[in-house]
């Protein structure tokens, strides 16, 4: 199991811009399909964008392509995800998993961080 850490959540403007952090402990975090996820008030997890072993694959939702980018570094076992021109319904706490499979299946990931609020206010 892998130990998840994110940061870098916080309040922006709408059009403004946020990169989420997710440290990761354990030697074998180059081994794992990494994840982000967001979950909005009443609303079930949804999938943000996922990044294979080597970061040759990346996968994202459709409400975030063009906008968000998510890319790892092996060597500070860590994932991030750029987040740009952020509109009101990217507000959510953003979470980051650790795992393998199916990329944007929340089941797919066996470890999750505590999660980082982003909020976009107008």
């Known amino acids: 199991q892998v130990l998840l850490l994110e940061s870098g959540g916080g309040t922006v403007q709408v059009g403004g811009s946020l990169r989420l952090s997710c440290a990761a402990s354990?030697?074998?975090?180059?081994?794992?399909?990494m994840g982000w996820f967001r979950q909005a008030p009443g609303k079930e997890r949804e999938f943000v964008a996922a990044?294979?072993?080597?970061?040759?694959?990346?996968y994202y939702a459709d409400s975030v392509k063009g906008r968000f980018t998510i890319s790892r570094d092996n060597a500070k076992n860590t994932v991030y995800l750029q987040m740009n021109s952020l509109k009101p319904e990217d507000t959510a706490v953003y979470y980051c998993?650790?795992?393998?499979?199916?990329?944007?299946?929340?089941?797919?990931?066996?470890?999750w961080g505590q999660g980082t609020q982003v909020t976009a206010t107008s």
């Open positions: 998993g650790a795992g393998m499979g199916i990329p944007t299946t929340p089941s797919s990931y066996a470890s």
């Open positions: 354990g030697r074998t975090f180059s081994s794992y399909l």
């Open positions: 990044i294979r072993l080597t970061g040759d694959r990346t």
